[in-house]
């Protein structure tokens, strides 16, 4: 199996910290977003990872790429604990970073990625969202597809005052949690709303998804949307959704940024440096 990343985005939503610095590359504790999750989906077992980015995200090749400059810097300097962080980096995934010329959307930034995935099925792993939980967001859904053989995504529940930012979906409960679905409707009204269970950003397709996928018009703003394809597979074919309780952090709101630094670092070594700082406010 194979992992597709989207980063392409100009992370319009948080300008304009984001103006500059590609969203996927702030920093989550330690280490940039996008290195979460890359570490997810090799957790999950795949090491074979397409990022797709724009020409002005140069900053997150330059993160997994080497540099050989810095590594003898630090060698000569001793500083060979540092050393070590910097090649886990370089040596991560077998990683391919492929330009998407236009933003057109999720859904066009997934057909770039047609020819690297082939006849394979593949991971889905949005570059701006953080999940943790045990299993990881992706190898539940990787266990998942091998157990049914079918297209599955993960969703949560959200709040009704919150549809008008998710891909909402409906279907048949088949086992706790697991929903063959019927119909995805994207960013729905309240009102309009069939469920109030939220895509979160984590898919696993089979390569048949870009047959679909290649059937969806452009919509509103240009952008070809991933949903549409969902639903087309839907009537089509089987796709699963998977409720995910682990946690997900959006990279994209200032909530969730905050949120991730101080939940995510008391998950971490670095829980003492965050009491102390909280213990001077």
């Known amino acids: ?16 910290l984001t103006k500059a610095q590609p ?39 330059n993160h997994f790429r080497p540099t050989k400059k810095l ?25 391919e970073f492929i330009i998407q010329e236009e933003q057109k959307g999720l859904g066009h930034a997934i057909l770039c990625a047609e ?9 889905v792993l949005l570059g701006d969202t953080i999940c943790t939980g ?19 995504f993960s969703v949560e529940h959200i709040k009704p005052e919150e549809t008008t930012r998710y891909g909402i979906v409906s279907g048949k409960e088949v086992a706790e949690g697991v929903m063959l679905v019927e119909d995805l409707i994207e960013k729905p009204e309240p009102e309009e709303a069939p469920s109030l269970l939220g895509i979160q950003g984590r898919y696993v397709f089979t390569p048949e998804l870009f047959e679909y996928q290649r059937k969806v018009r452009s919509g509103a703003g240009g952008e070809v949307q991933l949903t549409d394809a ?49 213990k001077k406010l």
């Not at 194979?2 to 304009?16: D, N, Q, W």
């Not at 397409?50 to 090749?61: L, N, V």
């Not at 020819?115 to 991971?123: Q, R, S």
């Not at 959704?241 to 905050?258: A, E, L, Q, V």
């Open 23 to 61: 969203k996927e590359m702030l920093p989550v504790v330690n280490k940039p977003t996008i290195q979460w999750v890359v570490e997810e989906a090799v957790d999950a077992g795949i090491t074979d990872i397409a990022i797709i980015t724009g020409k002005h995200k140069q900053a997150i090749e």
């Open 115 to 123: 020819d690297f995935v082939g006849d394979n099925p593949f991971a």
């Open 230 to 278: 969902m639903r087309y597979l839907a009537k089509n074919d089987k796709i699963f959704s998977w409720r995910f309780d682990g946690k997900r952090y959006d990279i994209g709101t200032m909530k969730d940024w905050f949120q991730s630094h101080l939940e995510l670092s008391i998950e971490s070594e670095f829980s003492s440096v965050l009491e102390g700082v909280l």
């Open 71 to 95: 590594e003898q810097a630090l060698e000569k300097a001793g500083k060979l604990s540092e050393l070590e962080e910097i090649r886990k980096v370089n040596n991560l995934a077998n990683i």
């Open 134 to 152: 045990n299993p990881n967001c992706t190898r539940g859904l990787v266990n998942m597809f091998k157990e049914r053989n079918s297209s599955v």
């Open 1 to 16: 199996m194979k992992a597709v990343i989207p980063a392409a985005g100009f992370g319009t939503r948080f300008l304009p």
